[in-house]
């Protein structure tokens, strides 16, 4: 039934209510009160009710638009005259069939309900499900509130985006910004577009149409700046330029960025609302360029043609290119104070401030350099004027490494010093150096290069303390080494000691100032005869008079920088003394020498030193007139008698003395070993004239003298004490007395003694393997020459330095040491370290014969050969299993029995020790049972089993089993056994 709407006698209207599609036209029934039918057949048809399959967005607030997207949205009719959001009624944009598009009116926070579309035929189409309204957007703040053109706008709140993805739309005052530079739900940032100034609202729409508002009020659209000035209205790099004019920060507090044409200032120097300097950057020349102001806020101040970039100054020339401190440099050029300047007022080279500026005009520019870091490095060369501008060129200036004094030789002295200064860059990159000042005082310059000026100082009073030394080039660099050089006091003698002597005398002299303010003396007179320094400082000089005959004059000492003292009192040479003889007149290492003359001491008290042919005597005797020496060891020469008194003084013969050939050892083989080590002492006259070698020492220690002739000596190294190890020299003396040493004081080394720590096993017998360790077994050799165990002679099986493992050989019971014999003869020995013992023996088998399984007993003494265990047994050649076994039996069963016949027994122990007996068992070919009859039965079954050898090579059967089970014996025989079966 439908819903009656409206009903006369000519129209009724009703409200059809649900019911499924019609397949045909149906009739249309009217009731009246009265119960009358009115009836038109065919006359309606229910159509598909209409239905809605997606709602885009789902959810939102004022302002969204919602698309519905269905079937027969219409619902038949041709028109939506209606539509509700949540209950809330909607503004129908655009709709046809399938999609109708809503804007959402104003609606209550969260509240949910269908989407419900109205035809104009009444029809009804809603959604299953609900559409619900989010919480209004809400602009919390606007930062700043006011602006213009290009101002960065923050605007703070909550579900700013209206619940869309985006913002599609932001106004200022119904302006759309220029750009929105940030979105989210809380907070979104935009640039402002331009107007004029005026108070309105803000407003933010999203990319769903939705809609947030602030009210009218909200933000201020300040008055535009206007930049009335610029001046200058021209230059070039670095110029200072005003620019003045009315909010020119655009409510911002101060300019972020200023553009001269499309070129950002260099630096922005001041900022206000009313004026703006900053110094223009580098640009090409540009004619009427734009100047525009961009402040703290993001705000835009801009005017038309109001700037033009000028052709910049041009460095063309900087000479020289490279220098240092001090370096005078003229820089050339066209218009070098740059636009509308009148003067340079800073000049760097590689960025460091020149030190000060000499002359200037637009084209050169005079300058001196100051220091840098002392690096060598390459920069600009840039010239700054007082309107600002700034002319430069790259890389045209390079700072050479800062010249360096390392040392001052000698950093003091007096007038006459000759000073030497060496370092690098001297010359500071000019030609020469045309100055030295030493402690402020003008030098001499006699040498001068890069690396080494000598000058000599010019000024004598002496100064309290050290000044500098500077150097300065052709092109004024200077070099510097501060506080270095002190002028000094002049020298004085005050005594001499001795006052007289001769050739040889030591010479003491005390003064002051005796270096002159050098670091030695470099020469020395006495009575104007060239003396040789033995030591001098400051205030000590010691010399050793040359030879002259009787004469006098002063002492004069000149130091190494030129500086000389000379004594007020005199130097006397006096007569020399006189050599007359030696006895005698040639010998070698030993040879007593008595040589005899007048004045030998030269008057001293007594002789120090005596040299035959400029090697060393060992003094016996002296005397004024008699000496007595020992010859020391020299190659053959000839040469000069020389004795040397305490005082120095010496008394001189020439060629008197020869030294024939002398005992020369060339090798000693091998340079180490120890005990019983032989060796060979090779050379060349080494028995020094006499017959035999008497004694040789190896470090120290006397050795057994085997064999000596003069090229060659032989002797057997004794124990070192102790064993320990040591290096010494190989010392011989001949029967003569002459001595022959070795020139290495390390030419033969006592090597730590062997030690033997233990013999494994210490008792044995023939084939015994004995384990000998120690340390050093080789004794320094390369292997083992001989081990004797208790004197007997063993086999070697293997050897290293810490273990020997031999085989012992036959021997008769005894005790005695293990020796080692290394192949160098070095020996090592252990005392009562090895027992033989008797030799083991088989006495019988048991049985002497058999065949597998058989179970055979060896009988005897020291079967294990003083080992512990067997590590193999053979009969014959069966396969056995060892049972047990101890010195006097062995029992073993044979697995297999081998080859029928006789053989030998061979026990061979954990020690290798080897027991043999020979032909003491035969091996029986196995027996064989061929019958068994009867072949089954049970207990008291009487069963006879004929065969072959069935007695094993036994006297009788020990047991039978027949299926497993023990049967009764009742006769054996070598061919049949009979049984009686046992239960089961």
Known sequence: PATIAFASDTVVRVVAQYAPASAQPEPVLLVAASGAEVTANASWSYLARGAVSSVDPSEGQIGTRVTVVGTRLLGGGSDITAAWLANVSALVVEYNDS??????????????????????????????????????????????????????????????????????????????VEEILEQ??????????????????????????????????????????????????????????????????????????VYLGNVPAADIVYSSATA???????????????????????????????????????????????????????????????????????????????????????????????????APRTGDVVITSDSGAVVYATGVWSYLAQGVVFAIVPPSGQQGTRVGITGTNLRGGGAHIVQVTLSGEPARIILETNSLAIVVANYSAATATP???????????????????????????????????????????????????????????????????????????????????????????????????????????????????????????????????????????????????????????ESDSIVVVEAPASAPTQGDVRLESDTGAFVLRQSLWTFVPVPNITLVAPSSGQW????????????GGGSRMETVL??????????????????????????????????????????VETADATAWTYLPASAIASVTPGSGQFGTLVAIAGQRLLGGGNSIAQVQLAGVNATLVDFNDTVVLVRAADSSPTNGSVLLQADSGARTELGNSWQYVAR???????????????????????????????????????????????????????????????????????????????????TLADGIISAVQPSQGQAGTRVTLNGTR????????QAVWLGGVQAQLETTSDSAVVVVAAAS
Not at 219 to 224: G, Q, R, S
Not at 575 to 597: K, R, W, Y
Not at 676 to 687: I, S
């Open 184 to 257: 989210t739900p809380t907070r979104v940032v935009v640039r402002a577009g331009p107007r004029s100034a005026g108070i309105g609202g803000v407003l933010l729409v999203g990319t769903s149409g939705a809609r947030v508002a602030a009210p009218s009020g909200t933000w201020t659209y300040l008055t535009p700046g206007v930049i009335a000035s610029v001046n200058p209205p021209q230059g070039q790099f670095m110029t200072f330029v005003w620019i003045n004019g009315t909010n020119l920060l655009g409510g911002g507090l101060a300019a972020s960025v």
């Open 467 to 621: 000044g500098d030394v500077v150097l300065i080039s052709d092109t004024g660099s200077r070099v510097v080494k501060p506080d270095i050089w002190q002028f000094s006091e002049p020298g004085s003698i005050t005594t001499i000691v001795p006052t007289t002597g001769h050739a040889g005398t030591r010479v003491t002299i005390t003064g002051e100032h005796l270096l002159g303010g050098g670091n030695i003396v470099l020469t020395a007179t006495l009575a104007g005869v060239s003396a040789d320094l033995v030591t001098a400082n400051d205030s000590y000089v010691e010399l050793i008079a040359g030879a002259s005959p009787a004469r006098q004059g002063p002492v004069v000492l000149t130091a190494d920088t030129g500086a000389f003292t000379t004594s007020t009192t005199n130097f006397g040479y006096v007569q020399p003394g006189f050599l007359q003889s030696i006895e005698p007149v040639a010998g070698q290492l030993g040879t007593v020498v008595t040589i005899v003359g007048t004045g030998l001491r030269g008057g001293g008290r007594n002789i120090t030193r005596v040299q035959l042919a400029d090697v060393d005597a060992m003094i016996l005797f």
């Open 676 to 687: 019983g080590t032989l060796v060979t002492v090779h050379g060349q006259n080494l028995l």
């Open 950 to 957: 069935l007695l094993g090579g036994g006297s009788w059967v």
């Open 840 to 922: 083991g023996s088989i006495a019988y088998l048991e049985p002497p014969a058999g065949q597998s399984n058989t179970v055979v007993t060896v009988h005897g003494s020291q079967l294990l050969g003083g080992g512990s265990a067997v590590r193999s047994l053979s009969i014959a050649d069966t396969t056995l299993q060892v049972v047990s076994a101890n010195a006097s039996h062995i029992v073993a069963r044979v697995l297999v029995g081998g080859s029928v016949g006789t053989g030998d027994v061979r026990i061979e122990s954990d020690t290798l020790a080897v027991v043999e007996g020979s032909g003491l068992w035969e």
């Open 698 to 739: 190896l470090n120290g220690v006397a050795a057994q003298v085997v064999s000596s002739s003069n090229t060659a000596v032989v002797v057997r190294a004794a124990a070192s004490p102790g064993g320990a190890g040591g290096s010494g020299r190989v010392q011989m003396t001949a029967d003569s007395g002459a001595r």
């Open 276 to 374: 703006v300097l900053v110094r223009a950057g580098p640009a090409a020349p540009e004619l009427a360029a734009n100047v525009t102001i961009v402040s703290d806020t993001g705000a835009v101040v801009s005017s038309t043609g109001q700037w033009t970039y000028v052709p910049a100054g041009q460095i063309t020339h900087v000479s020289p290119s490279s220098g240092q401190w001090g370096t005078q440099v003229v820089i050339n050029g066209t218009s070098l104070f740059g636009f509308n300047g009148a003067a340079a007022v800073n000049v760097t080279l590689d960025g460091v401030p020149v030190s000060s500026i000499v002359s200037q005009n637009s084209s050169t520019i005079v300058v001196v350099a100051a220091a840098n870091d002392g």
């Open 99 to 176: 999609q109708v598009v809503l804007e959402a009116a104003a609606g209550p926070t969260a509240a949910g309900g269908p989407v419900v579309l109205q035809a104009n035929t009444g029809a009804v189409v809603q959604s299953a499900s609900p559409w619900v309204y989010l919480e209004a957007g809400n602009i919390t703040s606007v930062t700043p509130a006011s602006g213009h053109r290009g101002t960065l706008v923050t605007i703070l709140g909550t579900h700013l985006l209206g619940g869309s993805a985006g913002l599609r739309t932001v106004e200022l005052h119904g302006v759309p």
